[in-house]
């Protein structure tokens, strides 16, 4: 990424006039997340490929779940079998019937069963993967009908306004470029200016290029944004 950013830096150019720099810049996104399976089975649902945007809370994938459903049906049972021996054995107690240690027993394995049952559930909703927010599919692992192990990757997703911008500048500019300074960033793929935050000025300096790296959160929402796309940044130098 520095060699980049080094490139990028001798394709920049400072203009003199009305105290203004520009400098060329790298979009990124900060928040990238990878979405793995939490079980193992067959991959009956993948509707995104690479690219494609979607919604928060909307399906991306799901796992064939007739075993785990079967297991969950197979643990309610259990369950309500283990209430039932434990309300008997509570009107047994009341008639001295039973001892209170066989009652107790009864509660413990009910108790148990319950638990079972919460596993169960956790692991019939684990077969559907939602989004976690806006954004859309920026890499997909595997392809539909795959078996798939616990922990395998499934997709690579970015978050659709959650974008900052890597810029080069001459270290000479550090004495007037500040965090939280606003500037203008003009989008080359779109040709569309956007605006942006300087929240982060490196403390280092590139002995090589007399450059450091800056960092500028995106402030405008536009939906057609995408990493890896390439920007001319805007600085009004204080008079």
């Known amino acids: 990424m520095k060699k980049i950013l080094i490139c990028l830096f001798f394709a920049y150019c400072v203009l003199q006039a009305d105290n203004e720099l520009t400098a060329r810049a790298i979009i990124k ?15 009956v649902f993948l509707p995104k490929s690479e690219g494609e945007k979607f919604k928060k809370g909307e399906l991306l994938a799901k796992i064939d779940c ?18 039932l021996q434990m309300e008997k054995n509570k009107e047994l107690e009341a008639y001295q019937s039973i001892s209170k240690f066989d009652v107790l027993i009864s509660e413990q394995e009910y108790q148990k069963r319950k638990q079972e049952l919460n596993i169960a559930n956790i692991n019939v909703s684990r ?18 009908y795959k078996n798939v192990e616990v922990n395998e990757k499934l997709f690579e997703i970015v978050p659709m306004y959650s974008f900052e911008a890597y810029i080069v500048v001459p270290s000479s500019s550090l004495n007037w470029i500040k965090e939280n300074t606003n500037i203008t960033l003009t ?25 450091v790296i800056i960092r500028a959160k995106i402030t405008s929402k536009n939906n057609n944004i995408m990493p890896g796309m390439s920007a001319t940044a805007y600085f009004k130098q204080p008079k």
């Open 29 to 43: 996104s900060q928040e990238q997340t990878v979405l793995s399976t939490q079980i193992a089975g067959e991959v």
């Open 66 to 83: 007739k075993i785990y459903e079967a297991q969950k049906a197979k643990v309610e049972i259990e369950t309500n079998i283990a209430k």
């Open 127 to 144: 077969c559907q993967i939602h989004a976690p927010y806006e954004g859309y599919i920026s890499q997909r692992y595997v392809s539909p």
């Open 187 to 211: 989008i080359d793929e779109l040709a569309q200016n956007i605006e942006a935050k300087i929240k982060f000025v490196s403390s280092v300096v590139d002995p090589t290029s007399q450059t």
